[in-house]
């Protein structure tokens, strides 16, 4: 079940029982606008814990090192150049990244973890990535790293080269289930802020836990929401995930800033893995996942 609030211009769009079988820069103001409405995930049934469909469920893959296999999930590109609030927040004109392209090649609704390396010929060195949750056969576009944060390039222009070689390689990829976890209503309201300080408001309420799904794991009670903002067509254009630390309590409302550019992930709750000129075409909001960061095997 898909349920939708309208709004004159846009929509904001959550799956429900259907989550895990259909899942997943600057304007002249320095602010994008975006969509506001507000969306629920309905119980499955009247009681108070409503029960969850038992679907088939992405494999647990802790560790993907196979070459081969790992091409299947990623790609990453080599050093790009962009010039927008994130080049602006480093106080650059120009910023290099790494396009990191990810699909899902399996049949289910996967949480896919991708991690990068990069090595430069005189040692230099950083790793990292990005998660998110994609569909079978849907495609993630992402921008990973901050390069010129840990190697030197030859000037600040567009085609500045790096002053070592720099190698990327995709090293290792996990894949997790996708559960229809909670019974939740999510409300995002518009983009505000300027350039690095943009941030997406998404107000969380926690009716229930489902029937049926496995025990949240951990010391700590975290959940973590995936966000996808697509255009009118339906396409993800930008992609987001928040840390809840703590979880939210069952039968409360909690509100996050989400980062709404890359340039905004020095706030390690929260993540973006575009520029915020990605978000001026977003008409409608999905979450592809709102579960525990960290669930019982």
Known sequence: MVSRTTSPVVRSLVTGAALVLMLG???DSGESPAPTGSASVPSASSSASPESPAPDLCPDQDTITDAGEIATFAVVGEATAAQDEAAEFHGQTWRRFLPLTVTNPLDFTCKINVVVSVTGSDD???DGGGTVVLGPGETAELQIFDLDSTFEFEGDTEDAAPA???T???HQVSTGPVYDYYD???EFGE???EGAEAV???TVTKNAIRDGVPEAAGLKSRDVLYIDGLDASGAAVARFMVTAEPAPEVGSSQTYEVPATIAGNYDNAGRAFQPLSATENIVEYRVSAFQPLLIEK
């Open 25 to 27: 820069a600057c304007s």
């Open 124 to 126: 230099g060195y950083v």
């Open 164 to 166: 070592e070689t720099l």
């Open 168 to 170: 990327p390689t995709v």
């Open 184 to 186: 939740a209503e999510f």
């Open 191 to 193: 983009i505000t802020g």
């Open 200 to 202: 997406l408001p998404v």
